[in-house]
């Protein structure tokens, strides 16, 4: 489907009434575990098309271009509040923070294998394990002040264990720092990836950063603020893959792109038939954005839109099982680190003054957040809460072992002899507990 030849809702049609942009939520008992994930990254694709639009006005001094993008992103600022306001109210803040790593678990996993450059691959490759520890991470407390399973959220379709671990993943900033993509050699498909992931990676920051206060346990909080600074992290690392040379018009347009793909593709997968039909009408109201955006790049740059965005939908964001191949790169890469040039080393490859070693010393100080959580957790049931094939929970030990650095630990670090222990103890049966 070539989408600037479709066509959408007219830009005057999109404003609604409030009983339009606020509807009834969907139910947290039995919605699809991938339906919450669909709602969870279109409200982040929103809020990026929407604070991308403020920057842009900011920086121009065209007073008729400044009118047609104010009225655009007032409609981005209303369809945001109608894609994050299907959260119900009785799904609790843990609840949604399960469904945030699964989000990143799955999504990264889908682009990392559809990603045709290579370097971005691996930097897709490199973020998946540490989401998949910070799922690890909060499943300990959701069970511990929730008593929640979490398979009430995830479904059984994405594991619960760890991976590099949490307490590693604290960086000196400017080595998360990668090469950008060439705007004039790489394909809208790798474009597209990226934006999806940075949207969804600055979502996770700022979920955690708005609502890791509002638990009373002083230990929950510091883990939400542990791994709210990894995300910081995160969309440090993905959004250095974008080509800063690209123009405000060539942003702009993979901005609308970006967003026309990703509610296709959720149109297209979406099993809940209310869902659906609200993908279906934004995915009508960004084609017109997209049409706009093309037109005023062909006015202000005189080139073809085509050249930057193709002929054909990208589809960035399918959701499904992704365990075996998560798997297989928690064994490839769970000793992986990111150096100073660009690339990556493995744990024992590690120079003496790397600088991430600075960083993990001082913020683990007192002990990792993340490492306390799995602590609790073996205090109240003997082991951690994880949910994954036993062949996989029982090389926990060598995992982990694996993964440690030589020179630096947290002073809590669980230890691998401990993970061994676990071994004997049967995970946690939340049916027949
Ligand atoms: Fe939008
Ligand atoms: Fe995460
Ligand atoms: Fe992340
Ligand atoms: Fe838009």
Redesign the pocket.
């Known amino acids: 489907m070539n989408v600037l030849k479709e066509k959408g809702i007219p830009l005057e049609k999109q404003i609604r009434t409030w009983n339009d942009i606020v509807k009834r939520p969907y139910n947290r008992f039995d919605v699809d575990n991938y339906s919450r994930t669909r709602q969870i990254l279109l409200n982040g694709i929103e809020v990026e098309?929407w604070g991308f639009k403020h920057a842009f006005v900011r920086k121009c001094s065209d007073s008729d271009l400044n009118k047609v993008l104010v009225n655009?992103r007032r409609i981005?600022d209303m369809q945001q509040t109608t894609v994050n306001w299907l959260c119900p109210v009785n799904q609790t803040v843990l609840d949604t923070t399960l469904g945030y790593e699964q989000v990143a678990v799955d999504l990264t996993a889908w682009l990392a294998q559809n990603e045709p450059d290579e370097y971005v691959k691996e930097a897709f490759n490199f973020g998946l394990l540490e989401d998949f520890d910070h799922l690890y991470r909060y499943a300990q407390f959701a069970y511990m002040i929730e008593e929640t399973d979490p398979n009430e959220i995830l479904h059984e379709m994405t594991d619960v264990t760890l991976a590099r671990p949490t307490q590693y993943h604290h960086n000196d900033n400017a080595i998360r720092i990668r090469i950008p993509y060439d705007k004039d050699k790489t394909s809208p498909i790798t474009k597209v990836n990226i934006l999806t992931l940075v949207s969804a990676e600055q979502q996770t920051h700022n979920f955690y950063a708005e609502h890791g206060f509002m638990y009373g346990n002083r230990d929950l909080k510091r883990l939400y603020a542990e791994i709210c600074d990894i995300e910081e992290e995160h969309v440090t690392m993905y959004e250095s893959l974008i080509d800063p040379n690209e123009s405000w018009f060539e942003k702009w347009l993979l901005h609308?792109f970006t967003?026309v793909c990703n509610y296709y593709n959720c149109y297209k997968d979406e099993v809940c038939d209310k869902l659906k039909m609200i993908w279906e009408e934004m995915f009508q109201m960004?084609i017109e954005?997209l049409k706009i955006a093309a037109e005023m790049f062909e006015k202000y740059e005189q080139r073809d839109p085509e050249e930057i965005i193709g002929t054909e939908l990208i589809l960035p964001c399918h959701f499904e099982s992704q365990k075996e191949y998560v798997t297989n790169i928690i064994e490839n890469e769970v000793d992986k680190r990111l150096c100073g040039d660009l690339h990556y080393k493995k744990v024992n490859e590690l120079s003496e003054d790397w600088p991430s070693y600075k960083v993990q010393e001082c913020v683990n100080k007192d002990g990792a957040p993340s490492e306390k959580a799995v602590r609790l957790a073996k205090k109240s049931i003997g082991r951690d809460i994880a949910c994954a094939d036993k062949k996989l929970l029982d090389k926990q030990a060598e995992l982990l072992e694996r993964s440690l650095e030589p020179k630096y630990q947290a002073p809590n670090t669980v230890k691998p002899e401990k993970y061994e222990k676990f071994k004997k103890i049967p995970p946690l049966e939340f049916l027949n507990e």
């Open positions: 098309s655009i981005e609308e967003e960004e954005h």
